[in-house]
């Protein structure tokens, strides 16, 4: 039995693998025919890369050296971008779609905390915890979107930071509470993970809202690692 969960997580990896990879293709195609912007499309990246990889977590098995698979597929993805962020590995497409200002060097910052926030919460957490799976959405869907529809439509800019906007600071309230919630709701019905979920969405909105003024403080590239941090720890410090 182990060894036909093995045979199935080995082609649940190279799916995901596919499914990751079509998702940058597309994304790319879009920016390069000029349907997204260079900005919008590092958000789009940003948001939906992380929001696809766990909705492939339910090709694994149950086993428990699935997440290994899983968190492999991150795993490689941030050793590449940081090898590319010191300048080893040459690859201009990347560089430009995951930085601001086209400097490789950005990799080794924002991006990279990304890539290893996530891996961690695959590794560690896997689809047993809220805490792990909340994380990585409020690092995702709060913080692309908040980027997204702050400079499309951030008009009211916030007194304590010019850089960012109310509208920027209430998308990343809104989207991480709903994905949250909707992600959440998926892995309770599929038994994935148990708990009693009476303060569960109290919790997360307190936790969403604290996220969401963390997130607007003038971090600068130290953003992904300072919401997922907060996410964590406090949804852990309230048992879930």
């Given at each position: ?47 939906g ?24 597929i ?107 919630e909707?992600y ?20 997360l909105g307190?936790v969403?809202?604290?996220c ?18 907060i ?10």
């Open positions: 039995m182990k060894a036909i969960n093995a045979y199935h997580d080995l082609i649940a990896f190279f799916v995901s693998c596919g499914i990751a990879g079509g998702f940058l293709a597309l994304n790319e195609l879009a920016n390069k025919k000029g349907w997204v912007s260079a900005n919008s499309s590092r958000k789009l990246v940003h948001t890369q992380g929001l696809i990889f766990i909705m492939c977590w339910g090709l694994f098995s149950n086993n428990f050296e699935a997440r290994y698979y899983a968190a492999s991150v795993f490689i993805l941030t050793i590449y971008i940081g090898l590319v962020g010191l300048g080893v590995i040459i690859d201009r497409k990347l560089i430009a779609s995951l930085s601001r200002t086209g400097d490789r060097r950005e990799l080794l910052i924002g991006p990279l905390c990304y890539g290893a926030a996530i891996t961690y919460s695959t590794a560690v957490y896997w689809k047993h915890s809220a805490a792990g799976v909340a994380s990585i959405i409020i690092l995702c869907a709060g913080d692309g979107m908040a980027g997204l529809v702050g400079s499309l439509y951030g008009r009211d800019r916030l007194f304590w930071n010019r850089q960012k906007s109310f509208q920027g600071l209430m998308a990343f309230a809104m989207s991480s509470f709903i994905v949250s909707l959440i709701m998926v892995f309770l019905l599929n038994r994935w993970m148990v708990f009693d979920p009476a303060w569960w969405s109290v919790v307190l969403v809202f604290l969401a003024l963390v997130e607007s403080l003038p971090w600068g590239a130290w953003d992904n690692a300072a919401v997922y941090l996410a964590l720890i406090s949804l852990r410090y309230f048992g879930f």
